[in-house]
């Protein structure tokens, strides 16, 4: 059975870091793109970032460009999620996702994408506030 454990939310101030880590079991990690995802109460899930089997090409939504990078070891079967320069707006919980196949641009511009990700971990709740 495929599991994904995303650890590493908290309450944070503004301005603040955290790091996300997801550990997945029961797949051969490198084989597998990762993506993370977010929901915030009341409204969608959104596409936050992706990094492909390899750790070779990573992706980004607009609003954390910049300020989050994505990057994964494949030794430890973990994906992470370093998250700086926080803000208020970026508080919600926070998932990480995966599947057989996980097209990155798409899954972080179109939520009907998420038909490809088959395994979502429990989510972890980031919270901004001063």
């Known amino acids: 059975e495929v599991q994904l454990q995303a650890s590493g939310g908290g309450l944070v101030q503004p301005g603040g870091s955290l790091r996300l880590s997801c550990a997945a079991s029961g797949l051969t990690f490198e084989d597998y793109n990762m993506g993370w995802f977010r929901q915030a109460p009341g409204k969608e899930r959104e596409g936050v970032s992706c990094?492909?089997?390899?750790?070779?090409?990573?992706y980004y939504s607009a609003s954390v460009k910049g300020r989050f990078t994505i990057s994964r070891d494949n030794a430890k079967n973990t994906v992470y999620l370093q998250m700086n320069s926080l803000k208020p707006e970026d508080s919600a919980v926070y998932y990480c996702a995966t599947g057989e196949y996980v097209p990155c641009r798409l899954v972080l511009t179109s939520s009907t994408a998420y038909n490809y990700l088959e395994v979502w971990g429990q989510g972890t709740q980031v919270t901004v506030s001063s």
């Open positions: 990094i492909t089997d390899t750790g070779g090409s990573t």
